[in-house]
Each structure stands twice: as structure tokens, then as C-alpha cells.
């Protein structure tokens, strides 16, 4: 069976606390952001309070597209270098951007059932490849849980990992490149003048980037524990040694 080269070295595992100050930091700027959303970000006109969903929503979106363009980038390097760290970190971004995507596939029929009046639309391609996103990362976890062979296991969700990133463009152009849909043109970012006010955009923007901090922390966290069980299964070799 032939391995994946390990050309780059690969220091000692360090065990660190799983939940740290930058943990506590992002959780902060959350609670903030969302005061920010709730008593001091105005009610849409039109579509009434159920818009404060975007401040959710589009953000989760942005950290899913965080979470597995890191899985893949993690995933080229590892291919590349045999670092099993790549690897590690790899998995642990899926695990985020598979809980980033659950929020986008909740939140957003959520919003659709008031404004659409209707839960879910199969032709809209954003719903449909955002759902596709959604199993293709849940089938690399579940081939890092399947496959014994470490080298078969590690190269083929590497691969699966490269494979799920290159959903990103299509489901973020899907309303440019479908005309059947029903999701809305972008309003924040749009030739122009945007659709929101400026008290919605400054509640909006800074959303963003909080829930890319968020992600970051959530992936730090995972990668330690990661860490933690892999040391804790070292120790339970060399005791059986």
C-alpha cells in the first residue's frame, strides 16, 4: 500500500486548553453583534422582523465558506507535504463548516416561509447546491470514521475535502447563472446604491466578519481536541506496548 509521503517534519504534540481567551473573545463579539441586531438595528419596512434572520443566515454562509475553503486548502497541503497536522486541521474545519451549513439550511426556510411562503423550492440551485454542500461534507467526516487504512483514509478524504470547496463558486454566483430561483439578487453589495440603510449595513458588515471569527475559533477548539485524542491515543499504545 503505498503511503503519503512524510517530507515535512512534524513536531511534538502539545496539549492545549480546548476553550482559550480567543474563544471567549469571539463568543463576546457574538452576544454583541446580536444586541446590536435586536434593539438597536431597525425593522425592515417591508418584510418586518423576520429580516434580522440575514444577520444570521448570510454571515453562517460566509463562515461555511470559511470553514471548507480551509478544509481543502488544508487538504492540498497535506497531499503536498504528508504534515499530519494538515489532516488534522482539515477535519476539524469539516466539522465546523458542517454545522455553519445546518445553520444556513435552518435559518434560511425559516425566513423563505414567511417571505415565499413556502419552507423550500427545489429549483432554486443555491437551496439545492447548499443542501448538495451539506453531503458531500458529511460524506468526508463519515469516510474519516469508515476507512481503517490511515494512508487510504487520510488520501481519499483529502481528496473528497479539495472536491467539496469547489461547490463554493456555484452556489454563491447561482443567481446570476439560474434565472429559475428564488433567492433575491445581493442588496448589501450590489452596483449602486444598496438596498439596506446604512444603520442595517453597519449591523451587517461587522456581522460578517464576527461569525469569520467565530468560525476561526470554533476550528481552533476542534483541532485541539483533535489533538488531545491523539495524544491520549498514543499513551494507550505505549501502555499496551
Do not use: N
Not at 481567551?21 to 435586536?38: E, H, S
Not at 453562517?60 to 480551509?70: D, F, H, K, Q, R
Request: with cysteine.
Amino acid at each position: 500500500m503505498t503511503t503519503v509521503s512524510r517530507r515535512h517534519h512534524t513536531p511534538p504534540l502539545e496539549a492545549k486548553p480546548i476553550f482559550d481567551w480567543f474563544f471567549a473573545f469571539a463568543v463576546a463579539l457574538v452576544i454583541g453583534i446580536y444586541v446590536r441586531a435586536i434593539y438597536f438595528t431597525p425593522i425592515e419596512a417591508l418584510q418586518g422582523p423576520v429580516q434580522k434572520i440575514y444577520y444570521l443566515h448570510v454571515p453562517a454562509a460566509i463562515a461555511a465558506y470559511v470553514a471548507v475553503s480551509l478544509t481543502a486548502l488544508a487538504s492540498i497541503i497535506f497531499l503536498w507535504l504528508g504534515d499530519e497536522r494538515a489532516d488534522r486541521l482539515a477535519a476539524a474545519a469539516a466539522e465546523v463548516g458542517l454545522m455553519f451549513i445546518f445553520v444556513v439550511l435552518t435559518t434560511g426556510p425559516m425566513w423563505a416561509k414567511q417571505q415565499w411562503g413556502t419552507y423550500w423550492v427545489w429549483w432554486d440551485m443555491r437551496l439545492t447546491l447548499t443542501l448538495f454542500l451539506a453531503f458531500v461534507v458529511a460524506a468526508y467526516l463519515v469516510m474519516r470514521g469508515a476507512i481503517e487504512d490511515e494512508a487510504m483514509r487520510t488520501r481519499y478524504s483529502a481528496v473528497l475535502g479539495v472536491l467539496a470547496a469547489l461547490l463554493i463558486p456555484f452556489i454563491h454566483l447561482s443567481v446570476y447563472l439560474f434565472q429559475a430561483r428564488l433567492h433575491p439578487m445581493p442588496v448589501a453589495l450590489k452596483p449602486g446604491e444598496p438596498s439596506m440603510s446604512p444603520e442595517m449595513m453597519w449591523t451587517f458588515f461587522p456581522s460578517m466578519i464576527v461569525f469569520t471569527i467565530m468560525c476561526i475559533a470554533f476550528i481552533r477548539a476542534r483541532y485541539r481536541v483533535s489533538v488531545l485524542r491523539d495524544l491520549a491515543a498514543r499513551a494507550g499504545d505505549y501502555d499496551a506496548a
